[in-house]
């Protein structure tokens, strides 16, 4: 495993990321961490989430030859890791199968989670529904709107929605419900954070977690080209999958790192969620990163197409592969990703969520007739019929027909 990026006692990542909350959520962290640090070396404990991982979500996920795309590009050979095939249609199941993991080994008894395109709330719903743990779901209002399908999964599985009226009505403002709502309850309550975001332990937590993917597709393509990948890329939200997809490659210094994230109507207009190439360093839900914020340090409200992207912030980790240049960061307008999202369609017979859209628009974007004979690993993250009604409603195609 790689060890390039471990944070410090503190939970920093080079400057980035920290424990920025109130006195009352700070045993609470200091009691998850220290929980979380001895689980994670416990066999049961390993033995349990693999048993999961193999049975209840359908792992490894494979990794397929994306061929009529790299036909179509007529530059690299392209691989999709496919997380869009586990159960509950996204990569968010494997980190909420650790977190619930370690709630029940702490003894909480109430789970609460923020979402924004919904997958983070239906992967947290499905795995209180398996392990009987009463479920609140915060979620803005805009968001369950556009992500109308994942609300319903939500209460068939038994969750309780609690809509957000305030500020954007999205992901940012649903985190800042969720952590009012754990203050509060302190004693028997686990918030599943869902992306390398928040206050450490969460970022390298959730990265663990979701490192599943990185480790699978390295032994995976070592196997199919008998080398290691030029190119990873990988969409960024929060950053839970992209970092779970990088982390076991950080030390390959040949592998490029790309992250791709959702610039909305252009990173320069004020429509955009592209913190890194947009955004300043601040601080935003307990962690010091790159924020985007105006000139008195208010954070802004984000846009973009995709509920999952639609976030103001990052996880620290990325902050700091930016600023040391590991990785590099692009971002992709609404536009661009949905074009992607039919084009990825049509060729591949998959149909992306527009999360990796984002990711693949850049694929199609800077690797059209370059980088002959190199090999590239996207991840596809994520499904697309949460999606649908969006992209029909933007590509005018009356679902009523
Ligand atoms: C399919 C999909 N991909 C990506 C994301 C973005 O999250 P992260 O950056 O943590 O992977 C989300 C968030 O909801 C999602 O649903």
């Given at each position: 495993?790689?060890?390039?990026?471990?944070?410090?006692?503190?939970?920093?990542?080079?400057q980035?990321?920290?424990?920025?909350?109130?006195?009352?959520?700070m045993?609470?962290?200091?009691?998850?961490?220290?929980?979380?640090?001895k689980?994670?070396?416990d066999?049961?404990?390993?033995?349990?989430?693999?048993d999961?991982?193999?049975?209840?979500?359908?792992?490894?996920?494979?990794?397929?030859?994306?061929?009529?795309?790299?036909?179509?590009?007529?530059?690299?050979?392209?691989?999709?890791k496919?997380?869009?095939?586990?159960?509950?249609?996204?990569?968010?199941?494997?980190?909420?199968?650790?977190?619930i993991?370690?709630?029940?080994?702490?003894g909480?008894?109430?789970?609460?989670?923020?979402?924004?395109?919904?997958?983070?709330?239906?992967?947290?719903?499905?795995?209180?529904?398996?392990?009987?743990?009463?479920?609140?779901?915060?979620?803005?209002?805009?968001?369950?709107?556009?992500?109308?399908?994942?609300?319903?999964?939500?209460?068939?599985l038994?969750?309780?929605?609690?809509?957000?009226?305030?500020?954007?009505?999205?992901?940012?403002?649903?985190?800042?419900?969720?952590?009012?709502?754990?203050?509060?309850?302190?004693?028997?309550?686990?918030?599943?954070?869902?992306?390398?975001?928040?206050?450490?332990?969460?970022?390298?937590?959730?990265?663990?977690?979701?490192?599943?993917?990185?480790?699978?597709?390295?032994?995976?393509?070592?196997?199919?080209?008998?080398?290691?990948?030029?190119?990873?890329?990988?969409?960024?939200?929060?950053?839970?999958?992209?970092?779970?997809?990088?982390?076991?490659?950080?030390?390959?210094k040949?592998?490029?790192?790309?992250?791709?994230?959702?610039?909305?109507?252009?990173?320069?207009?004020?429509?955009?969620?592209?913190?890194?190439?947009?955004?300043?360093?601040?601080?935003?839900?307990?962690?010091?990163?790159?924020?985007?914020?105006?000139?008195?340090?208010q954070?802004?409200?984000?846009?973009?197409?995709?509920?999952?992207?639609?976030?103001?912030?990052?996880?620290?980790?990325?902050?700091?592969?930016?600023?040391?240049?590991?990785?590099?960061?692009?971002?992709?307008?609404?536009?661009?990703?949905?074009?992607?999202?039919?084009?990825?369609?049509?060729?591949?017979?998959?149909?992306?969520?527009?999360?990796?859209?984002?990711?693949?628009?850049?694929?199609?974007?800077?690797?059209?007739?370059?980088?002959?004979?190199?090999?590239?690993?996207?991840?596809?993250?994520?499904?697309?019929?949460?999606d649908?009604?969006?992209?029909?409603?933007?590509?005018?195609?009356?679902?009523?027909?």
């Amino acid at each position: 495993m790689s060890n390039y990026n471990e944070p410090n006692k503190t939970g920093r990542f080079g400057q980035f990321g920290g424990m920025y909350v109130s006195e009352t959520l700070m045993p609470l962290l200091i009691e998850l961490d220290q929980a979380y640090s001895k689980i994670k070396k416990d066999k049961n404990f390993q033995k349990e989430l693999k048993d999961l991982f193999n049975n209840y979500v359908g792992r490894p996920s494979p990794l397929f030859h994306a061929a009529n795309i790299s036909k179509y590009l007529n530059g690299p050979k392209v691989y999709f890791k496919r997380d869009e095939l586990n159960h509950t249609g996204a990569h968010k199941i494997n980190n909420c199968l650790g977190q619930i993991l370690l709630a029940k080994k702490m003894g909480k008894t109430r789970i609460i989670a923020e979402t924004g395109a919904g997958q983070h709330g239906v992967a947290t719903a499905t795995v209180c529904a398996l392990f009987g743990l009463e479920c609140h779901i915060y979620m803005g209002s805009k968001d369950i709107i556009r992500q109308k399908p994942n609300v319903f999964r939500m209460k068939l599985l038994g969750a309780n929605i609690i809509p957000v009226e305030s500020g954007s009505k999205s992901l940012k403002d649903a985190m800042n419900e969720a952590l009012r709502d754990w203050i509060k309850n302190v004693r028997d309550t686990f918030y599943i954070i869902g992306s390398t975001a928040g206050p450490h332990p969460y970022p390298k937590m959730v990265r663990d977690f979701q490192s599943i993917i990185g480790i699978e597709a390295r032994a995976q393509i070592l196997v199919q080209e008998k080398k290691l990948p030029d190119f990873l890329i990988a969409c960024v939200g929060g950053g839970s999958n992209a970092m779970g997809l990088f982390y076991p490659f950080l030390n390959d210094k040949k592998v490029s790192i790309i992250g791709v994230e959702a610039a909305g109507k252009g990173a320069k207009t004020n429509e955009t969620a592209a913190t890194m190439t947009s955004g300043t360093p601040g601080i935003l839900h307990g962690s010091y990163s790159y924020v985007l914020q105006d000139s008195d340090g208010q954070i802004k409200e984000a846009h973009s197409i995709s509920a999952g992207l639609d976030y103001p912030g990052v996880g620290p980790e990325h902050s700091h592969l930016k600023k040391s240049q590991r990785a590099k960061y692009f971002g992709i307008t609404d536009k661009e990703a949905l074009k992607a999202f039919q084009l990825c369609s049509k060729l591949e017979g998959i149909i992306p969520a527009l999360e990796p859209s984002h990711a693949l628009a850049y694929l199609f974007k800077a690797f059209k007739n370059k980088h002959k004979n190199k090999v590239v690993i996207l991840n596809l993250c994520g499904r697309g019929d949460k999606d649908l009604f969006t992209a029909a409603k933007e590509l005018g195609f009356d679902t009523d027909e």
